[in-house]
């Protein structure tokens, strides 16, 4: 019989270090795709690989305060967050090492994936969407679930219990708010 995410999530807010493992179980395979898609966007010689992506963020996941989880698609997410904390420290890192400040743009496409080719892109995507995140919180989030956890319009209703008309309309801000910072961070390297 297949294990209750629900319910292991529930336990895994409660304290159950035990469910929390069995939680990455269930959707490890759904994480390591994610983290792959992530890392794919990264530049040739990034030196974390998936696996690594995927065990940083549970490690976050499981020494951080306890998450009032909703559902698997909230996990996702939250999980989605931690794996581009960790690209951003690991750039930050990596850049302070290089001091290399040229920026590279990032493409966004219809689905604004991100794709971003260098460390200084991360950086500059993480700036982006901090200043989004002053501006408009919700807006920020939606763009961190869509483009960072790969949700979809309807499943980030479901996480920020939000109409899906909200989302779209947030959504179609957010993308043209990205695409005119992106423009002008590019013009401005």
């Known amino acids: 019989m297949k294990p209750d995410l629900d319910a292991l999530l529930k336990s895994w807010r409660d304290g159950d270090r035990d469910a929390g493992e069995e939680v990455i179980a269930l959707v490890y395979k759904d994480l390591r795709a994610l983290a792959a898609h992530f890392l794919n966007n990264e530049r040739p010689n990034h ?49 302070a090492q290089k001091r290399n400040h040229s920026l590279i743009a990032i ?44 949700l979809t319009e309807k499943e980030i209703g479901v996480v920020l219990d939000t109409s899906l008309s909200t989302v779209k309309r947030d959504w179609t801000f957010a993308r043209a708010w990205l695409i005119r910072k992106l423009r002008s961070a590019h013009q401005e390297s």
Do not use: C, K
């Not at 305060?65 to 990596?94: C, K, S, T």
């Not at 901090?130 to 919700?138: F, K, T």
């Open 47 to 95: 030196t974390l690989q998936p696996t690594a992506l995927v065990n940083e963020a549970y490690l976050r996941l499981a020494s951080s305060e306890p998450v009032e989880w909703q559902n698997r698609a909230h996990f996702i997410a939250v999980a989605a967050r931690q794996m581009r904390r960790v690209l951003i420290d690991h750039a930050r890192g990596h850049n």
């Open 107 to 150: 493409s966004v496409s219809d689905e604004l994936e991100a794709s971003p080719t260098h460390i200084e892109s991360v950086l500059a995507m993480n700036s982006i969407l901090e200043e989004l995140e002053n501006h408009d919180p919700r807006v920020a989030q939606i763009v961190e679930l869509r483009v960072f956890g790969g």
